[in-house]
């Protein structure tokens, strides 16, 4: 199955600062890479998500790359703000099975006032 | 469309009892999805459903733990004999049927706690 890696765990910054958030996924066959946010108490909702025929994609202040050699992708997030403070998770849905999505462990973004 | 609904929101119970987690998917949704969240982990796997078919339980545990998801009505995952590491929240999420590679939209999730 699929194995999904994601770094930071934690990650503090000032407002205004940029932010970003780091994945590495194992199957190849992947080809839906999804990320949500979640804050405190609440459920994951989806912010952005990028396919494999795709490089990049950018949605006003968050914008995700995909590296399909290395099996990468990764969260920016510009100009920060406070409200931005979450738990954001990357995830991966592979098509050599079910299509279940595998998610990463999670990041906790801090964006300090 | 009211979104996914899961129910109860909170559920305590005290060990060995049994605990039913109910998940209604999005209308037009056919495909649910359940995880598990532990507190500052991250959404595991537990089971992949469709109407009436167990897709992928590859990620439930293979004792206590069971989940269906009937042709009328919601999806429940049950778990019996409750024990203390059982204390989670439990997500349901779903897609629909037409594309399999989108979006999974979650419920609210069920804070579940063994006491």
């Known amino acids: 199955g699929e194995n999904v890696e994601q770094h930071p765990s934690t990650l503090s910054v000032q407002e205004g600062d940029s932010a970003v958030i780091k994945c590495t996924y194992s199957?190849?066959?992947?080809?839906?890479f999804p990320w949500y946010k979640q804050e405190l108490g609440k459920r994951p909702q989806l912010i952005i998500d990028?396919?494999?025929?795709?490089g990049e994609k950018k949605d006003q202040r968050i914008a995700v790359t995909l590296n399909k050699t290395a099996k990468h992708f990764s969260l920016h997030i510009t100009e920060t703000q406070p409200e931005d403070s979450a738990v954001y998770f990357c995830?991966?849905?592979?098509?050599?099975?079910?299509?279940?999505?595998?998610f990463g462990r999670g990041t906790s973004l801090i964006v300090h006032p | 469309n009211a979104g996914v609904m899961q129910n109860p929101r909170h559920l305590v119970r005290r060990r060995g009892q049994e605990a039913r987690l109910r998940c209604s998917p999005m209308?037009?949704?056919?495909?649910v999805y359940w995880y598990r969240q532990l507190p500052e982990e991250g959404l595991k796997f537990m089971v992949y459903?469709?109407?009436?078919?167990?897709?992928?339980e590859s990620g439930m545990p293979k004792e206590r733990f069971s989940a269906e998801f009937p042709k009328e009505g919601p999806s429940i995952l049950r778990i019996q004999q409750v024990v203390r590491g059982d204390s989670a929240a439990y997500f349901c999420?779903?897609?629909?049927?037409?594309?399999?590679?989108?979006?999974?939209?979650f419920g609210q999730g069920t804070r579940l706690t063994v006491v």
């Open positions: 999420a779903s897609s629909p049927q037409e594309d399999l590679n989108t979006e999974a939209f």
């Open positions: 199957d190849s066959a992947s080809n839906y």
């Open positions: 990028i396919r494999s025929n795709v």
């Open positions: 995830a991966a849905s592979w098509t050599g099975g079910s299509y279940i999505p595998t």
């Open positions: 209308k037009g949704h056919s495909h």
């Open positions: 459903l469709q109407k009436e078919n167990i897709i992928d």
